[in-house]
Structure formats: C-alpha cells, structure tokens
C-alpha cells in the first residue's frame, strides 16, 4: 500500500472560488489518490503567491496576473489548471449611487492595485470618461469577503463582489453598476499555480493531484444537491444562494468541467493589463508562455 503525501495548498479566503478544492476534499478525491492536501486560506491576495513563490506551499489557487507578474520578476511560476476562468462579478456600489458619473471623487475597494479585479476596474472605468488616479480612488482593502464588509460600513463607496454575494447585496438595497464579463467575456480571473521546478521533481505526484482535481470539476457539474451542502459548510451562504452561484458557474462555464485553464482568458488578461497599467513588456506577449498543459493532459489520459 502506498503511503499518503502531504501537498500544501493556499487559496484566497472563505469565497465560492475553492469549490473544487473543497469537493475533493469532502468527497475522499485525494484520498484515493493517497494525497493529504491541506488548505491554507488566506485574505491578502498576495500572501498567496509569495507562499508559493518561498515554497511554504506547493500549489496556489491564485491570482493568475501574479503569475504573469512573477515571469516579469525572472520567477518560475506557471498555470496548470483552471479556477475562475470567466468573471462571476458585479460592481456594487452604495445605494446612493446610481450610475457610472457618481464615481467621481468615490472610493473603490480592491483586491492589490497591482493585479486582480484592479485591472477590471480600471480599464471599465476608462471606457466611461473616468481614470485613475485623477478622478476617483482604489483602496486595498482585500478580496471579496472583506470588500463586503466595507461596503457595508461605508469605507468603501465601491467594489467588486462574486457570486452570490453579489446577488446578496442588491437583496439588501446596494446597486450594481456593470458586470465586468459584459466587457471581457473571456478573462482567466484566478488558476492552479505551481513552481515549474517543483512540479517537474514532482511529477507523479502532481499528475495525481490533477486527477483528483479534474474529477472534483466534473462533480461540481453533475450534483446540485452536493455542491448546496459544501458551499454552506465551508462559505457560510443560505442555500438558495448556494444553488444561484452554482447554477451560473456551471451554465457560464466560469469553471472549467475538467479543471482547465482558458488560453483565450489568459491572453484577454495580457493583453488588457498590458495596456491599462502601461506595462510595456507585457505587450504582446503569448498566453502560451505562461501555461503547461503537461499534467493535467496526462491525468485525463489516466481517468
């Protein structure tokens, strides 16, 4: 019999994100792999990466633009999976504000405002006469749970918010102003991240780790019921917003059915960073450079 390997994983926070990572969990998926994966959860988006770029853990369910970041930085972090590969968010704003020129002078929360939901604001915020930083302010104030809790404070006037929190602040008299996927309908928001010189050690191991982590997507997809009691146990949400945020992950495709990651959302958050935060070697750069495909196409050969 073989024996169980420790994996050590950090995601971002109590958020719907980490569905699959919490579906493997709860349903023995690594476990049949002989895999213990022990999840940190993090509030700051960027302890995240820099956990996995110091080798404190060993996978990141992160921000795909510190991966980019970290190529720019001569780092050797790369994609090997899916996370939220299209945008389950709305711009939530106070109830007092009603449209897009009531931003002006406004304060928005965000995640880092060196990448994540920053980029978003940004180029959106654009297209609609207003910049930054002359005509409203971006506040780091952390990911969307404690975006949430400001919003409901007042120190923030706006902020990003996924599924279901998104639908759970216009049930108590926020608006929304725009969802971000109406402008980029392909936008690899977060993915599974590896060091590509741990994973190459590592590669058995890791090709396990992908098996389980692609049967917990096609799970997600297949059981409703299942999906409605994970999402309670690990987020806290009813279970009407449980099924909301699930019935638009999974008609949306926000997730990938195999754990995949979208080249095509990928390149849009290349191409898109590149020009709103004026990163020259950025430009034109191929999503290709970024990913490897190698383990998760050797683990849905194995299943």
């Not at 711009?91 to 405002?113: A, Q, R, T, Y």
């Not at 969307?144 to 902020?159: H, M, N, T």
């Not at 309908?185 to 977060?190: A, G, L």
Request: proline share 3%.
């Amino acid at each position: 019999m073989n024996s169980t390997q420790t994996i050590k994983l950090a995601a971002v926070s109590r958020n719907y994100f980490n569905m699959p990572i919490w579906v493997a969990t709860h349903c023995d998926l690594f476990k049949e792999e002989n895999l213990q994966v022990d999840i940190e959860l993090h509030e700051p988006i960027n302890e995240v990466t820099e956990r996995l770029e110091k080798g404190r853990v060993q996978l990141a369910l992160g921000v795909t633009e510190h991966v980019i970041l970290n190529h720019e930085a001569g780092g050797t972090l790369t994609i090997i999976g899916g996370n939220v590969n299209k945008l389950p968010f709305s711009l939530i704003v106070k109830p007092s504000i009603k449209e897009f020129s009531d931003l002006k002078n406004k304060v928005i929360g965000v995640s880092s405002k060196l990448a994540g939901s920053s980029s978003l604001i940004m180029k959106i915020l654009e297209t609609q006469g207003l910049n930054y930083p002359k005509d409203y302010e971006l506040a780091e104030v952390g990911p969307i749970l404690a975006r949430w809790e400001k919003l409901q404070s007042g120190e923030i006037d706006a902020g990003l918010q996924g599924t279901p929190l998104n639908q759970i602040a216009l049930e108590q008299g926020f608006n929304s102003i725009v969802e971000p996927k109406s402008y980029f309908p392909h936008f690899q928001f977060t993915s599974l991240n590896v060091d590509a010189r741990w994973a190459q050690k590592n590669l058995k191991l890791l090709v396990g780790f992908m098996r389980a982590f692609i049967k917990a997507h096609r799970l997600f997809f297949s059981d409703q019921k299942l999906m409605q009691d994970i999402a309670i146990k690990e987020t806290g949400i009813s279970g009407k917003h449980a099924d909301r945020a699930w019935k638009e992950y999974t008609e949306e495709d926000m997730f990938s059915i195999n754990g995949e990651f979208s080249i095509e959302g990928i390149q849009c958050l290349i191409d898109e960073s590149a020009l709103i935060r004026s990163i020259a070697k950025r430009r034109g750069r191929n999503a290709a450079d970024y990913v490897n495909s190698q383990f998760i196409t050797e683990a849905l050969g194995m299943i």
